[in-house]
């Protein structure tokens, strides 16, 4: 009876880290923080190394971008799309 109260409470505490951690990533979504590629998405040239790194970062965000239509223009175009291929990133379809 002791080890299935264990086990339940071990499952409870997983639990309750897996949503803390969806809840933080999603905190985390923050577009302007995509700034540094504004240049290689509307101007065409190549993007920085700050700029790949914030792309790996808001990676997990891009659904929630694209939903938006003040957004999506810069996350779904065919130079974002370059840019993010640059850079090793993948844009989803969401």
Request: proline share 9%; hydrophobic share 40%.
């Amino acid at each position: 009876m002791m080890m299935k109260k264990s086990v339940a409470a071990l499952w409870v505490v997983v639990m309750l880290v897996v949503m803390a951690a969806e809840v933080h990533e999603a905190a985390d979504c923050n577009p302007t923080a995509l700034l540094p590629c504004l240049g290689a998405i509307s101007g065409g040239q190549e993007p920085s190394n700050d700029c790949c790194s914030k792309l790996k970062e808001q990676q997990p965000c891009f659904c929630q971008y694209i939903k938006n239509p003040a957004f999506k223009p810069y996350i779904d175009s065919p130079n974002a799309r370059k840019v993010a291929a640059s850079c090793n990133v993948t844009i989803p379809t969401c």
